[in-house]
């Protein structure tokens, strides 16, 4: 394959000389823990803060304690996998690539477990089990925060830092055992709304977010906002200009324009079965009509690919309004546009709902959507 893409001149991107210190070949997605609980955006007790103390227990530093090697797939120069061997302790003989970024603010800080040790078991758990790291992380904080409210009935009570109480939690709701598992295998917003607290639940369409609190990153906000899976990262990847200062994180004005840009790029690389780590390395605007040039043998420029890539994201969204998606659903949790962050590098922070409309307005009107959200007849 890759004497056939060459001898097509597509030497000049395997040419391209990646950095010696490439962090996410030297540790990997776990550094964005600093860097997100420096900001004040890393998801803490169940989203109600953005910094968490016990950082430095589960950061990049803490990972390459118990890290064996890197992992790649095939060919990639990457490199961003890496294997975890754990060798003594209670945690001894847990062998499991991970655990990514979103797995540790799923279960370090928004359940308050500062120890990589035990988070690597519960990754490893997750994966045997077939469950999300992401959505077992939101469900169990929840149930943790469902502990401490004195109206809610759920049973066994977990409390936030319980290391053993959140694997335990993890087996019963793999199998769906017991009540409590039974309950929250069925995910945040049908737990919350049993347990008679949706405003509790922290969640864009039934889905959990990824670990950017968008009180501090508001173009991450429109995001999870318009996601037409709800609150996920990998096509709303605007967290990324955002946290490292691109872009001005608290500001709204021209942040849809921006996220539509990089959300027309993902379609693309979706759709080519791309990997997410490569777009700002080998999969820029300027390489992907090359790219298409390539593969199919025929001319395409990056408006044309724009005009695709809306088709894809629009045939996303008719599936949604057919399925009663609108408006009222491109919307963010009550906490996110009214209790500001406590503490940290975003402190005082939310993004209000008129800041989230004014951001609507302008997504749907590039998009070609009804103030509705609602996109023209296919």
Known sequence: IRDLVRSRGLGDVYKRQLPKDLPLRNVGTPIMVDLE?????FPTHYWHGGFFKGHTAINAEAMKKIVARNNACFNCPIACGKIVKIADGKYAGTEVEGPEYETIYAMGGLCE???IRAIAKANDLCDRLGIDTIETGNVIALAMEASNLSKTKIDPKIKFGEADAVLDLIQKIGKSEGQVGT??????????????IPDTAIHVKGQAPAGYDPRGLKGMGLGYAVGPAGASHLRSNIYGPESRGVIDRFATEGKPAYLKNLEDRMAILDSAICCHFGRDLFFTWDDLPKLFEYVTGRLTTEAELHEKANTIIMTARRFGVREGIGRKDDMLPRRFMEEPLPEGGSQGSVIKKEELDKMLDEYYSLRGWSTEGKPPPD
């Open 37 to 41: 609980n420096k900001l004040g955006t």
């Open 113 to 115: 477990i500062a120890d």
């Open 183 to 196: 309950l929250l295998s069925q995910g945040v917003r049908s737990a919350a709304n049993h347990l008679e």
